[in-house]
């Protein structure tokens, strides 16, 4: 009786690029946070809105790769009726990550490497440039070189906490944030260069979503340190032990 083998499914070439780079993104969060964990430098115990999040943006991040693996093996019909949830998986993500910034910024227990302020303006910018790009890449949705570029730059907008545990942040001072942005902005740019030897220029899809994320970039620093940045961080941390933190202070460095 002849036995039939299941082919293994081919990727394609022209969607190999996103595949791996769907999971060199997932690695740089595993690795990132996974290393904290070792190091002791972050424990489980924590409140139940961060595994909340931790969750949510994790499981965000698999979904990415799973759907662009999905996609790289021609499997477009299931890619397609597994991407209705992010349509209720992004906007979860937003309020959360908010969410999550403010209570943080409320306790006082800011990361070292950011002055309070920056941190406030920091996350939720960074998550709404997330849900922007995200936005525009499903609704582009059948413009596939569009959508495939723009979702992303969308995930690498998700990456920079990784590359936030990965990078020596403390030694970079004051300029953690543009370190991270850096290591980010390699990704999306991997692409345009990826873009212009294979078919000799860059997809404009590319430079939507670099323009997006060196917008947010550059919006957090000048938002962060105006009085706009300075009342609003008053707002959030008024009747909480975040109103005593200085807004524009570096918090002490942790005990080793």
Known sequence: MATRVQARPRVLPDARFYLIG???MMAVLVLGFSMQLVAGRSSFAVPPIIHVHAVLFFGWAAFYVLQTAL???GSVATHRRLGWFA????PAMVVMGVWVTVAMVRRGAVPFVFVPAYFLVMNPINILTFAALTTA???LRRQTQYHRRLLFCAMAALIGPGF???LPMPLLIPYASWAVFVAV???PIAGAIR????IGQVHPGWWWGIGAIAGA????SLIAYSPVGLALYDAVTIDSPGAEVPPLAYPAMPPM
């Open 22 to 24: 769907a999971l060199l």
């Open 71 to 73: 996609a790289s093996t």
């Open 87 to 90: 349509a209720i998986w992004a």
């Open 137 to 139: 890449g499903i609704r």
């Open 164 to 166: 936030g545990r990965l």
């Open 185 to 187: 902005m390699l990704f």
């Open 195 to 198: 873009d212009h030897r294979a």
């Open 217 to 220: 970039q550059i919006a957090m």
